[in-house]
């Protein structure tokens, strides 16, 4: 049930692991910066924007990645590219971690990924993403490949076939366009609509990683922010249980996610490490294996339960 037959691609951006068979590694987390409606900007013309307030958010992912063993990446959303390179200057000079641009239209995507390679912060930089609806994907591959861009994230989304299977059909026309592009890293994201149709993405992970074994991943924050009644019912609180119980059960078949806003850094880290956790020790049940890696969530967290399956496998 958990262990795929197909080989399993592993991506490094920036150090950092994606991908794998499930449970093997655990999911990396994508949270948003300077979003419409993110406090912290001041002014999007002026390219002003609360730098103490984003260092420390910065700081609140670098240190709950640490304490959980859960991966994280800040995606920086702009309008314009000139903005953009104020949100990667400011980045890169605070932290050494790797990062996302988010812009939606194709050009300016591309303008500012210029400035990001003029840098030479190809081996950091996610870009996100070539989309169905983009309006010269060749073209768009094609410059990438020139600036040297390393990782991108596809989105795979057929709006004629909205269930699994018309995403894995949107992901095999895509492949043949991307792949020219010769990139280390080809992430996929099977594009989540609202919370009830996020489970369609989940399986269409599953289905991606038996079929192509590439990374994979969703936004369940689509989903989740989306529902407004869960807050306008049950407050706050109701928000972030939804939030936080999307996002756990988002991890069972997914080697990223894209959690939305970093206000919910707090909420998603643990929730993600708790079911990261539970699946490598559902997987140990499948396959007698257990994570090498020192700081995965079993490992980091559960270091007495780990060292008791490990002497069990040897034993056995």
């Not at 990062?99 to 239209?105: E, T």
């Not at 499948?286 to 967290?301: A, C, M």
Request: aromatic share 8%; with cysteine; net charge neutral.
């Amino acid at each position: 049930m958990f262990r795929l037959a197909k080989e399993q691609k592993v991506c490094s951006v920036g150090g950092t692991t994606v991908g794998g068979q499930p449970g093997e590694n655990p999911p990396l987390l994508i949270g948003s910066m300077f979003q419409k409606g993110d406090r912290l900007v001041e002014s999007r013309k002026k390219r002003k924007f609360d730098k103490r307030r984003a260092t420390e958010r910065i700081r609140e992912m670098e240190r709950l990645s640490q304490e959980t063993g859960v991966p994280g990446m800040v995606a920086m959303v702009a309008n314009r590219p000139d903005e953009m390179k104020a949100y990667v200057d400011f980045f890169v000079g605070v932290t050494d971690m790797p990062f996302a641009i988010d812009i939606w239209v194709q050009e300016t995507r591309l303008q500012a990924t210029q400035y990001v390679a003029e840098l030479g912060l190809q081996d950091r930089l996610l870009y996100n993403s070539i989309t169905p609806w983009d309006e010269d994907i060749s073209a768009q591959v094609a410059a990438l490949k020139e600036m040297g861009i390393k990782h991108v994230v596809v989105q795979a989304f057929d709006a004629a076939d909205k269930l699994p299977s018309g995403r894995i059909t949107s992901l095999k026309e895509m492949l043949k366009l991307v792949e020219k592009g010769g990139f280390e890293s080809i992430l996929v994201d099977t594009a989540v609509m609202n919370l009830p149709t996020t489970a369609f993405s989940l399986l269409a992970n599953r289905r991606i990683k038996e079929q192509f074994g590439l990374p994979v991943g969703c936004a369940p924050s689509n989903g989740t922010y989306m529902w407004k009644k869960s807050g306008e019912t049950w407050g706050r609180q109701g928000f972030t249980a939804v939030d936080a119980s999307v996002h756990a059960i988002s991890a069972l078949w997914s080697d990223f996610l894209l959690f939305g806003p970093m206000t919910g850094t707090a909420r998603v880290f643990p929730a993600v490490a708790a079911t990261t956790a539970l699946l490598a020790t559902a997987t140990y049940d499948e396959v007698r294996f257990v994570p090498d890696n020192e700081n995965h969530p079993l490992n980091l967290l559960f270091p007495e339960v780990a060292s008791q399956l490990l002497e069990e496998t040897k034993e056995g």
